[in-house]
Nanobody, 129 residues
Framework: QVQLVESGGGSVQAGGSLRLSCTAS????????MGWFRQAPGKEREGVAA????????YYADSAKGRFTISQDNAKNTLYLQMNSLRPEDTAMYYC??????????????????????WGQGTQVTVSS
């Protein structure tokens, strides 16, 4: 399965920005529904954003709409999450995830419902008030 490595986390003040990166290795990178999840201590893991690695539409959780942008650079096999206007409630471990799928299914919250995901190791984001 695809191997994922996240980077770009850190500590920022409220209102600040971070760009997370997820570099994938493995064959058929473009055949994956890709996205970002986050999990804070004592909380359930939640989906943040998703898109198909081969291109197409994007999807954002309500908490991310208008502030976060998911994008990719297929030449680098890299997925990004640009996070602006960060809030303390955005503090969490952020994980890149991927699922093999037909492109027609990688729409809306599809990725968030999949159970057989490949996961990165996570990168910590801490937002102070």
């Amino acid at each position: 399965q695809v191997q994922l490595v996240e980077s770009g986390g850190g500590s920022v003040q409220a209102g600040g920005s971070l760009r997370l990166s997820c570099t994938a290795s493995g064959y058929r990178y473009s055949s994956y529904c890709m996205g970002w999840f986050r999990q804070a201590p004592g909380k359930e893991r939640e989906g943040v954003a998703a898109k198909y690695s081969g291109g197409g539409s994007t999807y954002y959780a309500d908490s991310a709409k208008g502030r976060f942008t998911i994008s990719q650079d297929n030449a680098k096999n890299t997925l990004y999450l640009q996070m602006n206007s960060l809030r303390p409630e955005d503090t969490a471990m952020y994980y890149c995830a991927a699922a093999l799928t037909s492109p027609i299914y990688c729409r809306g919250n599809y990725l968030f419902m999949r159970k057989d995901l490949s996961w990165g190791q996570g990168t910590q984001v801490t937002v102070s008030s």
